[in-house]
Nanobody, 129 residues
Framework: QVQLEESGGGPVQAGESLRLSCVVS????????MGWFRQAPGKEREGVAT???????SYADSVKGRFTISRENADNTLYLQMNKLKPEDTGIYYC???????????????????????RGRGTQVTVSS
């Protein structure tokens, strides 16, 4: 069983930065993809970013150039560096992981991360203008 626990959320002003962390425990194989999705009040879940075990990343168009996903395999920690935050980035951010096998969609896994089997409880990010 894979467990994930997020941290690092909070209230910030537009233009500021936050770094989210996600500690992953359990059995993770080389075919696991990890990532982040978010959900704003009244809106559907939105994939934000993903990273495979060999470092291939994919991002939502809305965060490209502002957010960076990374993972530290040595301590099983996933990060999301969020720069130039906007009010529309407000929401609960969830860390997620799943065994995706050897395949890789053309656009990466970001469109699917919100459906990954394993997810954390989320951390709130609030960006005010």
């Amino acid at each position: 069983q894979v467990q994930l626990e997020e941290s690092g959320g909070g209230p910030v002003q537009a233009g500021e930065s936050l770094r989210l962390s996600c500690v992953v425990s359990g059995y993770i194989t080389s075919t696991y993809c990890m990532g982040w999705f978010r959900q704003a009040p009244g809106k559907e879940r939105e994939g934000v970013a993903t990273i495979t075990s060999d470092g291939r990343t994919s991002y939502a168009d809305s965060v490209k150039g502002r957010f960076t996903i990374s993972r530290e395999n040595a301590d099983n920690t996933l990060y999301l560096q969020m720069n130039k935050l906007k009010p529309e980035d407000t929401g609960i951010y969830y860390c997620a992981a799943d065994d995706v096998g050897e395949s890789l969609p053309a656009q990466g896994w970001v469109a699917y991360v919100a459906t990954f089997t394993n997810r954390g409880r989320g951390t709130q990010v609030t960006v005010s203008s």
